[in-house]
């Protein structure tokens, strides 16, 4: 792997002698949303992963359906690092609305694959230019006028293809998987890719520094989208009920759960061992869970930030009445409407201490789509453990774009359903029980359902006593309160658990939780291979905290708790219970503009913090990281 | 002499509840009362029944009647999202749901008005007084034009008439009568337990601290003096035959799914409650003379209702064990195949 | 006032040779609601208030309306520690379900007058008892046996008046007032009142050590209730548009404010200059209110916890576009509808950072009714100053109970508005004018207001640049973004500040805010008094911190942050930004069972927290604090 | 040649708003186009009005018409109550909502519900497309009962019909149209913006991209053969007197409070749009038939309008000095005094 080493490092200069970057750099196809342009991206970002090269694949798109700018980046990378990156080494510009701005942002060498009438050549003489014209090469392999918009896009795999070395038997293999049955439409996208192939070798010196090569990085893994791996955990999970309100970016989430639970859960004679709804509002949504899960069903839904704030009132009423609740939140950018289109971590704070009155609730932090699906089954056992909401914090990066991991395991322990009463269990308790009586001194009473023929009780958010009568004693209160209290210290151990890499005499630790740990791997690599520094790091899992968190802080001098919001929401959640030795050692990196963090900012802010100088122009302030882009449309 | 038992071989005092906190005299508790009778009747399994409601003085009350069944007494206009989800778990349970006018036509007018459109088989029963018991008698959405507060302030705004709404919306059984209308409201509260889909029974139920005095249109007088009954509606469960004897023209007869019928006696001209336009139109016309037109005002025997619809396995979804529930190793093998 | 000292130090002892403890008691009736006992309560209350002795009443009613127990409670003290005290000195004992209990938690010495068929006598021998044929004495005064059940309350009146030597005369202008036209019915009640007197002159011989003496305490002060106070702020804050829904504690807030406008407000030809609306919940209530800024009007809502929780969205958009909105939180008991008819300060977490993404919200404390008044006042100026929603977060105790006040002063500042948009300053500005530019530096930006004629814009909860254009941009999110934290920090200077009384050396210092003040009070008056240990204060009045706070903490070596909930919610929100060494000095005093918290829990907690045995048994742990009440309903 | 000048000398143009970010062909754009139209003819001031909308597709359009008026972009499914306050602050100001089917008909229902209730005098448009067209296709509780979604997904649920509703709750002027008949589109939003009082125009208005596939009945080819006008619309302004010739019993006329006229020409058996129930009728028998009747479906001219009702001081209140909205001394004084 020397070559790939010293070729990642090289520092890309303009064309002529171009030093080989091989499996290391950003491609971005810039296009217009509803021009069909998505085939083509995940045939590119699948024929690189068939060729056992790590990539990730996101889409950064506007708030509408059509016509506004679009930009779909892969990230290859030899060592794994497929967090976003700043620089983008290959453009395709098919979008005249934003070819300029996205030519002038390019660093040196980077390689510019343009459609010709865009005439882009002139902009810069640091870049290596491939104008195409596109039009002319569609129409012969698509007769058919109405269908050249979609198939056009296919003609830039081929270019690549050539351009990079891109093995063109992956490519139809990745292509005829994506068309699936549409024979039709798969021959003349082949045309077209084989036309886009054609054309590059007879007319595109190759003139620019990367290009692919196989490895043996992805075998037998899969591709997939957080909201999607979720969605299989949630079936896995045994879900009953599903009750949702569409909003991006989590409503595919439900969308690929209810697709899953029509193909594997219904019975042979088309009966559904589920239910789902769509509801009226977010309101309502929770409001079904709620009620499913009193009766008895593992019931879930899936939102984002304005969901969230509009279940609050039924969240605190599950928080007090101990009604278990699955509910996802995708973050996407608040606040209120925001960027419904970009990513953020966002909720943080406001979900931890959701509704009116003293409440807190559990939080679930996946940082991979492994995790999306385990955690969604983690969620509802938790659920019904505890017997209160749980909610799966996810965000728009992790749930909408596209990422390697290894194959999912088969769920390795039973449903756990929590204290469910039973006539045997009754028994045994005899008089002691009573609906939140704590007989087992965690705080967690044990319930029964409507239907099972148990005790019945009566719910109710107003206050109640331990055999669930309705009491404004202030003794019944309080303790009440207390041991929900108790049962929230119980949950510190049932939650997902960190994990740690401790570097044993490292300084420096680091924190962060969700999609923020593809950055922090790959800045602790910059640290290590650029300024020699050595960092522990601490992947936060769940909330309420364990007991490990401080120990961790203990271990380092200084902490830097790195998270993708503007108020520091989790280190304000750590401040609540964190004695004052440990908080004075924690430093809060921030990164807020809609775009996933990316390594260099979080290297950057870190030696700022360090008093060393960033090798890079302070101009690029964190929050400004990342090409800035116009998508805003002028007039509105 | 012996005590009664129904067929189920229970007494009545087995169908109460907690003891009421809600003011002697208030409508409220009679209609409990109602219920309790026609549960008894009826022979219904408290265990397999759910109360359910939201909040406000009639929320309260599923807490006084049927201490045998869970209830739940959700938030503020909520309770109709709660039972769906509660039927979604356990389409096999019988639910009863006590609102008031100031829950279901205030706060809960959305989701009273999807709950209708889905035609969610439950008993949904509205305790209408006009106002707000609990907060003390504020003005609701079924206060009429021109009904006062005790304040002497006047409503001038239209009520919204919570029938034609739900007649509007779908409900399959939509029924107006009164709390003190001991025959009525019993016959109707057993044939909307008969019923499978959505029964919207508004009842007149007045609130004796707030809005029953001169002046009000929610009165213990005013509603005495302006129910208006459609027929004399008496109820024959499917599980005794007794043959009523009907002069044609006279009485008309709706039989319910599960073979119970509703024999509807004239008492003016004949009244058609399966022809949804005429049930708009009376409603319109009574509410334009200030009366309140009572019996079985709208049905609709055998339309699907929700749980139908979603088609799912026989058993309730709340009771299916992990084997049922949790695809096999081969489901997963595949999906992760299909991503590869 | 030699002898007052002395009384109120001495140890009640059981009768025989009583002390005279004079203007030092608490006296509580128990009834039942619905039986129209308020009348007499008030005219009790009155009648001392009248005698220039300090007062305060605290009505203690059950969440249903009639039937059920309640306790209406009086606190006598001639230093004016007007706040709950724990134990109860005169019980008036008319609830049959409650006596017994009420009778066993009383402190030996208490009188105790009672309905002669409860027969309390026996249940012990250290109280005084005065049984009262209260049916045998209304009869003869009240012929018309349906009012009897009201008018035998105004017999305990008389009784009272005679054993505590309350001037009669005071008690029949007092009735007369609280009666107003209703001749006859003063009539009937005045006779019931003599009718008391004279049974207690002729049968009750004098046993208890209580009773009053004319004091010079309350000349020219008024008595109101809090809701009240903040209804006539609002008024005189020149509102002009109310969107309401009906929630106990905060109902009585709009009923009263329309009545004032009702009045004040309206033109001769009867047409208001207001307009007030009950909408169908509180998103519309919220809403309205911010469609009416938007328009320019001044509009305000009143709330509880559960529309809090609801108007979660809304709140976000009027952070996040900026608009004005006045909202009262009267805190009741929550989570859910926890216990509507008690009293707490549990919203201040979610409330300050209510709504999903990054949000803050100014938040305004009051303690005092006429605070209640004036901060109606300041809410509506800041709320236009800032473009945001402000917080009034009272409480039960405060917004419902009976409190003495000097009278309100009549404003002597005109109404601030804010940066609107003048001809003149546009002008003055010209292209730098933007909706959303911050053209001051203190991230307060100009608007215009529709049908003023001036550019208009777009006002949307979706991102937007400086020029209220909608954007996706990074830089136009974060730009943004980091404006409205620089708002916030503005607004830093603009809440109430606090009211800091340092005793210079004092070790210890407390922060409190809300009703909490008037225990505190108390309570450094017992830390002095009793333990010699003097005490500095901090009254927090708002939301966001000033730096005051911080130098508050750096002149003390322990500083106790007392408040009524279980999270300790305000100090979470000091802890978000305090720095390690200020965070170790702080210790948390909490209270959180429904009742306003009593000095003598304060004063316990902050000696065990030093260290020091308090004096009082262990067994009575802070929640517990105060009589704990049955008014809970068996079956329900 | 000279361009068109309104009555108030401003040019179509100047009535335009920002570029629509909507699909090319969407029903929306040409609603736009027609609001535009309308504005310009009826001769708005942009200055004293204001647009509002919650969100979707549909609520983003009011960003692009009338750039001289702010607007409002409100959260989703609560325009109405934002739409409420801003007239409760200023009366004078001429409101026009923008809302969809699914922020108006799911979310949104409850604030629906009490605007209409309330007859808030503003132009309150659904652009009606069956489906949740921002967040890519789902059902809206507008969809036709057997309407699929291009997945080939089946709605089993009966539409809500937004106009039956208004009517039922109060609404004074409820016509539906199809966003591609410009004639009468254009007819009745000048009709809408006359009237005072709430105007509910239900628009069909195709997504092109998610709903307009065989199978779909809100598609441009079904509504266009299933749209089943009741009568030619046209519209005469208070500031035009054009004498209208009418063929007694051919067209009727309808005088709105202002003067305005609109002339109803029947097309086949005569409607009468005054008249409650039958509009009620229509509605139902169309449905049933899968027809949209579309024109002036009811309206009572007179009705008074919610602010009317409030009864406030001419002036806008948002405008009042603080001379007019804080009491003096004397008034403080006799408030401490009632309390001593
Ligand atoms: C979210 C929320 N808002 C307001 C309230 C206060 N509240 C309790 S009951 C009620 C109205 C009850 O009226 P109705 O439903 O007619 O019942 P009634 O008391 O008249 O039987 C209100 C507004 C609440 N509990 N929750
Ligand atoms: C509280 C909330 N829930 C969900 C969404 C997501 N969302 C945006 S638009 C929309 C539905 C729009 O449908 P419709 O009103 O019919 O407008 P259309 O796009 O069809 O014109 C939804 C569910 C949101 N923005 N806010
Ligand atoms: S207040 Fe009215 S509604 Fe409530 S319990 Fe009393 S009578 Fe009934
Ligand atoms: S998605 Fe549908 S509704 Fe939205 S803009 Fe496109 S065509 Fe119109
Ligand atoms: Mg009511
Ligand atoms: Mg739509």
């Known amino acids: 792997m020397g070559t790939l080493e010293v070729a990642s490092e090289a520092e890309p200069v303009s064309a002529g002698s171009p030093p080989r970057i091989v499996n290391d750099f950003s491609l971005q196809i810039a296009t217009v949303n509803g021009s069909g342009s998505q085939t083509a991206n995940l045939v590119l970002l699948r024929s690189i992963f068939q060729m056992g090269i790590p990539v990730s694949g996101k889409n950064m798109f506007p708030s509408n359906i059509a016509g506004l700018p679009t930009w779909y980046t892969i990230r290859v990378n030899p060592k794994g690092y497929i967090a976003r990156k700043k620089e983008i080494d290959i453009l395709v510009a098919m979008n005249a609305e934003t070819a300029r701005e996205d030519v002038l942002t390019l660093p040196p060498g980077a390689a510019v694959v343009y459609d010709e009438p865009l005439a882009l050549k002139g902009l810069r003489d640091d870049l290596v230019f491939y104008p195409v014209p596109f039009d002319k090469l569609v129409a012969p392999v698509c007769p058919d006028a109405k269908l050249r918009r979609l198939v056009r896009n296919m003609i830039y795999d081929g270019i690549l293809a050539r351009l990079l070395s891109i093995d063109m038997a992956e490519m139809e293999k990745a292509l005829l998987k994506q068309m699936g049955k549409k024979a039709r439409a798969a021959q003349m996208n082949l045309a077209a890719l084989k036309a886009g192939w054609d054309y590059a070798e007879a007319?595109?010196?190759?003139?620019?520094?990367?290009?692919?090569?196989?490895?043996?990085?992805?075998?037998?893994?899969?591709?997939?989208?957080?909201?999607?791996?979720?969605?299989?955990?949630?079936?896995?999970?045994?879900?009953?009920?599903?009750?949702?309100?569409?909003?991006?970016?989590?409503?595919?989430?439900?969308?690929?759960?209810?697709?899953?639970?029509?193909?594997?859960?219904?019975?042979?004679?088309?009966?559904?061992?589920?239910?789902?709804?769509?509801?009226?509002?977010?309101?309502?949504?929770?409001?079904?869970?709620?009620?499913?899960?009193?009766?008895?069903?593992?019931?879930?839904?899936?939102?984002?930030?304005?969901?969230?704030?509009?279940?609050?009132?039924?969240?605190?009423?599950?928080?007090?009445?101990?009604?278990?609740?699955?509910?996802?939140?995708?973050?996407?950018?608040?606040?209120?409407?925001?960027?419904?289109?970009?990513?953020?971590?966002?909720?943080?704070?406001?979900?931890?201490?959701?509704?009116?009155?003293?409440?807190?609730?559990?939080?679930?932090?996946?940082?991979?789509?492994?995790?999306?699906?385990?955690?969604?089954?983690?969620?509802?056992?938790?659920?019904?453990?505890?017997?209160?909401?749980?909610?799966?914090?996810?965000?728009?990066?992790?749930?909408?774009?596209?990422w390697m991991s290894d194959p999912f395991p088969y769920p390795d322990k039973p449903i756990n359903r929590g204290k469910v009463l039973t006539e045997a269990k009754l028994r045994e308790l005899g008089a002691q029980w009573g609906r939140y009586a704590d007989v087992d001194g965690d705080g967690i009473p044990w319930r029964t359902i409507p239907g099972d023929g148990l005790p019945p009780f009566f719910t109710r958010g107003s206050g109640h006593n331990a055999k669930a009568q309705y009491s404004e004693r202030a003794d019944d209160y309080g303790n009440n309160m207390d041991r929900l209290s108790k049962k929230f210290d119980t949950a510190r151990g049932l939650v997902p658990q960190p994990e740690i890499e401790s570097r044993p005499g490292a300084p420096i630790g680091l924190i962060a939780?969700?999609?923020?740990?593809?950055?922090?791997?790959?800045?602790?690599?910059?640290?290590?291979?650029?300024?020699?520094?050595?960092?522990?790091?601490?992947?936060?899992?769940?909330?309420?905290?364990?007991?490990?968190?401080?120990?961790?802080?203990?271990?380092?001098?200084?902490?830097?708790l790195v998270e993708q919001n503007r108020d520091a929401q989790m280190l304000a959640l750590m401040r609540m219970e964190l004695g004052p030795e440990r908080l004075a050692k924690i430093r809060s990196v921030l990164h807020y503009n809609g775009l996933p963090v990316d390594a260099r900012s979080i290297t950057d802010q870190v030696l700022a913090h360090e008093g060393l100088q960033a090798p890079i122009p302070a101009a690029l302030r964190h929050r400004m990281s990342g090409a800035v882009r116009a998508s805003g449309v002028g007039g509105e | 002499m012996a005590i009664k038992l129904n067929r189920i071989g229970l007494e009545l005092a087995q169908y109460r509840g907690g003891k009421t906190t809600l003011c002697a005299g208030c409508g409220h508790n009679a209609i409990s009362e109602r219920i309790i009778d026609a549960c008894f009747e009826m022979g219904i399994d408290a265990k397999q029944m759910i109360k359910l409601s939201g909040i406000g003085c009639s929320s309260k009350s599923p807490a006084y009647f049927?201490?045998?069944?869970?209830?739940?007494?959700?938030?503020?206009?909520?309770?109709?999202?709660?039972?769906?989800?509660?039927?979604?778990?356990?389409?096999?349970?019988?639910?009863?749901?006590?609102?008031?006018?100031?829950?279901?036509?205030?706060?809960?007018?959305?989701?009273?008005?999807?709950?209708?459109?889905?035609?969610?088989?439950?008993?949904?029963?509205?305790?209408?007084?006009?106002?707000?018991?609990?907060?003390?008698?504020?003005?609701?959405?079924?206060?009429?034009?021109?009904?006062?507060?005790?304040?002497?302030?006047?409503?001038?705004?239209?009520?919204i008439d919570m029938c034609a709404l739900a007649i509007e919306l779908g409900a399959s059984f939509v029924a107006r009568s009164f709390s003190g209308d001991k025959k009525q409201l019993t016959a109707l509260l057993k044939a909307g337990l008969a019923h499978r889909g959505t029964v919207m029974l508004d009842v007149l139920s007045p609130c004796v601290t707030f809005n029953d005095h001169e002046g009000s249109t929610k009165s213990y007088d005013y509603v005495r003096e302006h129910e208006d009954p459609l027929h004399e509606v008496s109820f024959v469960p499917h599980f005794e035959d007794i043959a009523v004897e009907q002069t044609p023209g006279e009485t008309s007869v709706v039989t319910l799914h599960d073979g119970s019928r509703v024999f509807l006696k004239n008492v003016g001209e004949d009244y058609d409650p399966t022809d949804k336009l005429s049930a708009m139109r009376t409603l319109m016309e009574t509410a334009r003379r200030g009366e309140y037109a009572t019996g079985l005002i709208y049905v609709e025997p055998d339309k699907d209702d929700f749980c139908t619809l979603l088609n799912t396995v026989d058993e309730p979804l709340a009771l299916l064990p992990q084997a049922r529930t949790r695809p096999p190793q081969a489901a997963l093998d595949e999906l992760m195949e299909s991503l590869r």
């Open chain 2, 66 to 159: 049927l201490s045998g069944s869970h209830g739940f007494n959700a938030v503020h206009g909520r309770m109709p999202s709660v039972a769906t989800g509660a039927l979604l778990a356990n389409k096999k349970l019988l639910a009863i749901g006590v609102s008031g006018d100031g829950d279901s036509g205030a706060i809960g007018i959305g989701q009273f008005v999807h709950l209708m459109r889905r035609n969610l088989p439950m008993l949904y029963i509205i305790e209408d007084n006009g106002c707000y018991g609990l907060t003390k008698g504020q003005f609701s959405p079924t206060a009429d034009m021109g009904s006062t507060l005790k304040t002497g302030a006047v409503n001038d705004l239209p009520p």
């Open chain 1, 203 to 402: 007319s595109l010196p190759k003139g620019d520094a990367f290009s692919v090569e196989r490895m043996n990085k992805t075998a037998g893994m899969i591709l997939v989208e957080g909201n999607a791996a979720a969605a299989m955990g949630c079936m896995m999970a045994g879900c009953t009920v599903v009750g949702w309100y569409p909003i991006t970016p989590s409503s595919s989430l439900c969308e690929s759960l209810i697709g899953y639970l029509r193909k594997y859960r219904t019975d042979p004679d088309g009966k559904a061992t589920f239910a789902a709804v769509q509801a009226e509002d977010e309101i309502s949504a929770l409001g079904m869970v709620i009620g499913a899960s009193w009766a008895g069903a593992r019931a879930m839904t899936a939102t984002a930030g304005p969901g969230i704030s509009l279940m609050s009132e039924f969240v605190g009423l599950g928080y007090y009445a101990e009604v278990p609740a699955v509910i996802f939140d995708v973050q996407r950018v608040g606040p209120s409407t925001g960027l419904p289109t970009r990513t953020a971590q966002g909720d943080i704070l406001t979900t931890a201490v959701l509704s009116h009155g003293d409440t807190r609730h559990p939080l679930l932090l996946p940082s991979t789509v492994q995790e999306c699906y385990e955690m969604a089954m983690d969620a509802f056992d938790l659920a019904e453990q505890l017997q209160t909401p749980v909610f799966v914090m996810m965000d728009l990066d992790l749930g909408m774009n596209t």
């Open chain 1, 513 to 560: 939780y969700g999609t923020t740990d593809f950055s922090i791997r790959e800045s602790r690599y910059q640290l290590q291979d650029e300024r020699g520094i050595a960092t522990s790091y601490y992947r936060l899992r769940g909330y309420p905290f364990g007991s490990s968190l401080g120990e961790f802080i203990d271990q380092h001098d200084r902490v830097y």
